[in-house]
């Protein structure tokens, strides 16, 4: 084992440093042939010789044809739910192709779970999948509750049991931002919509007690543990979860004190959890370079993938309804921005449709005129359809923006479908929004995407369905190394750790990714398979390939 105080000479075929707005260095220098870590910093980079020269007796580790990058940072991610997710049954497109598969998996898991208890899965898609309801569950499993969530996070479908386990009958009120889905004769189909499903199922937005009892804090454990090993292990060395609440952070703070937490998080605390946060005086910065406090989660409309999003205009998919949903009303989403920009907070306000972003810019401008606070920067999360107007507004406030990085990657044609090609041109705007000057940071938001970065970076740079092969708004392309700038320095932004995250650099985290082939320079539709080779966070490794 190396000891961490002593320097480390490392070297690779290619280094991508980043250590100017282009690539090399600065007035055109070649990128360095390695770097000097100790102490879980970069002390220093250069030719191999000058490093040798100045660190004598250092170790030294050869990556050979390998390309080094500074490690990949997903800005917009769910850990914690991730923890809870791996702990139920994966029914996404990849491991049930088809409805009657679903509902297979649904009926062996019943099977091994007794009489009354609940059975739930995630990651459904029922475009890819293939559409269920509330009948198919209740012959799948009758004897048990059944919850099935949509990959999108926003809705899922319960059968008649859970239904009832839940309260919910005919006449049962839709609650506010929520509705409950009916089949053509007007009857429940066991869709959760918005917050019909959030009440019941997120910890970290839940208005009212559950019937579905959590996970034990030992399971949770074990799930957040495997999580960060596949997330490492796709190159990732930090996240920002999305949607914390206070067991979140006990779950985080445990792995922490066990001293396996090794994956860099920073915590995006729920509104409905901030007035205990004020009172302990935790904001923005909270924490260190391991666990540290992001800001403050808001929601105001519904998905893209769930087709839920406030719109300006209809859904060009009839199917899809009408302009979509708003979860909290504008009144009390600008009394939120209010109160935590007031307290010199940041606040990530989620919004997906055109409607919905000019409602969260419309707070942020009046949070701004009430109580200016210039580096105050708030952000908007996924601000997935865009215009120019839109645009320079964010500019002018310096909002920044974390759209997804994979959705047009993952959901290829169906986008235009339920979207319309014109509107596509202006989703997922990392194009734009790096022509405008906003900071637009690297997200995967899985479980409602795939969270591999370097999917990621190849729906940047493609925007191609990665299955149909669909053009999806290809004025968004963006250059594969605009694209891994986006996932490194733009997410450090995105949390307030730029100064000493996102680069190959003297004085910046040893964090760093070695991958088997240079993203720069790779066929951009190969970017995905490119096979990360190692994992290293703070200088120590946290992932190495099994066989190469």
């Known amino acids: 084992m190396i000891d961490e105080t002593t320097p480390v000479l490392y070297r690779a075929a290619h280094i991508v440093s980043q250590r100017t707005a282009g690539t090399g260095g600065p007035d055109g220098a070649p990128e360095p042939e390695g770097f000097a870590v100790a102490d879980g910093r970069i002390r220093a980079t250069g030719p191999i010789a000058a490093l040798r020269d100045r660190f004598p007796d250092a170790p030294e580790v050869d990556f050979g044809d390998a390309t080094v990058i500074p490690g990949l940072n997903d800005a917009h991610i769910h850990l914690a739910m991730a923890a809870t997710d791996l702990l139920h049954l994966d029914l996404s497109a990849a491991a049930v192709a088809t409805a009657d598969a679903l509902l297979a998996a649904v009926t062996a898991e019943a099977a091994r779970t007794p009489a009354g208890e609940w059975v739930r899965g995630s990651r459904y898609d029922d475009v890819k999948t293939g559409r269920i309801t509330r009948r198919e569950l209740d012959h799948a499993a009758p004897g048990n509750p059944v919850l099935v969530v949509h990959v999108a996070g926003h809705w899922g479908v319960a059968n008649s049991a859970a239904l009832r386990a839940l309260g919910i009958d005919e006449d049962t009120p839709a609650p506010d931002g929520g509705d409950f889905g009916r089949d053509a004769d007007g009857r429940l189909d066991g869709r959760l919509i918005e917050r019909a499903l959030m009440n019941v199922v997120y910890p970290a937005t839940a208005r009212g007690d559950s019937p579905i009892a959590p996970s034990s804090p030992e399971d949770r454990l074990r799930g957040l543990l495997r999580a960060q090993e596949l997330w490492h292990a796709a190159g990732l060395t930090s996240i920002c979860d999305a949607l914390i609440a206070p067991d979140d952070i006990v779950l985080l703070r445990t792995a922490r004190g066990q001293g396996r937490l090794t994956l860099r998080t920073g915590m995006l605390l729920s509104i409905d959890h901030y007035a205990k946060a004020r009172v302990l005086g935790v904001g923005s910065g909270f924490g260190d370079d391991l666990l540290r406090f992001v800001g403050v989660k808001a929601f105001l409309d519904g998905a893209i993938g769930g087709r839920t999003c406030l719109l300006a205009e209809p859904y ?185 995250k996102g680069r190959i650099a003297a004085g910046h985290l040893a964090d760093f990714t070695v991958l088997g082939e240079n993203p720069l320079t790779a066929d951009p539709h190969g970017i995905a398979a490119i096979p990360v080779r190692a994992t290293y966070a703070g200088g120590r490794c946290v992932h190495e390939e099994a066989t190469r």
Not at 340 to 366: S, Y
Not at 414 to 426: D, F, I, Q, S
Not at 438 to 456: F, K, R
């Open 316 to 500: 060009a998919d009839p199917e899809c309804g009408g302009h979509g949903i708003q979860t909290t009303s504008t009144e009390e989403l600008t009394a939120q921005v209010r109160q935590v920009h007031a307290d010199g907070n940041r606040i990530g306000v989620h919004a997906n449709g055109d409607a919905a972003i000019r409602l969260v810019l419309d707070a942020f401008e009046a949070a701004q005129r009430e109580l200016p606070r210039p580096g105050l920067r708030h952000r908007i999360e996924h601000c997935t359809l865009i215009d120019d107007a839109i645009l320079a507004r964010m500019k002018a406030l310096d909002a920044i923006a974390v759209p997804f990085a994979g959705y047009a990657g993952y959901h290829g044609a169906a986008l235009n479908t339920w979207y319309g090609p014109e509107r596509t041109e202006r989703m997922f705007a990392h194009r734009s929004f790096l022509d405008a000057g906003v900071t637009v940071a690297g997200s995967s938001d899985y479980p409602c995407g795939p969270y591999e970065p370097l999917l990621g970076l190849q729906s940047m740079v493609t925007r191609e369905g990665i299955e149909d092969g669909a053009k999806v708004g290809p004025s968004q392309r963006v250059t594969a190394a605009e694209a891994l700038r986006i996932f490194t320095l733009g997410s450090a932004e995105a949390e307030g750790t730029a100064h000493h």
